[in-house]
């Protein structure tokens, strides 16, 4: 069974930087696309960054080009999403997602970090 695992979510004032991490299990194959999506209070779940495996090409919300970025480790089946600049209107559950075409079922997302930005 496919199970995607996030850490490192948490409290942070204006400015600062986090890094989420996440952790694919249970599947034989690396995941073709692994993202972020994030969920502020109130508003529906957006597209934060991904992260292809075949060209390695990245995409990025606009409004956090320059600010956060996002990597890959193949070898331990993980993505990392590192976030500095943050500001308030980052607060939001931050879901893991990963896209594996070889698996029967193909998307699968993690259960969600709470990252809020506050004084």
């Known amino acids: 069974q496919v199970q995607l695992v996030e850490s490192g979510g948490g409290l942070v004032q204006p400015g600062g930087s986090l890094r989420l991490s996440c952790t694919v299990s249970?599947?034989?194959?690396?995941?073709?696309?692994m993202g972020w999506y994030r969920q502020p209070p109130g508003k529906e779940r957006e597209l934060v960054a991904t992260a292809e495996y075949d060209r390695s090409s990245t995409k990025y919300l606009d409004s956090v080009k320059g600010r956060f970025a996002i990597s890959r480790d193949f070898a331990k089946n993980m993505a990392y999403l590192q976030m500095n600049s943050l500001k308030p209107e980052d607060t939001a559950i931050y879901y893991c997602y990963a896209f594996i075409k070889a698996e029967a079922i193909n998307d699968y997302w993690g259960q969600g970090t709470q990252v809020t930005v506050s004084s």
């Open positions: 249970g599947s034989h194959f690396s995941p073709n696309i």
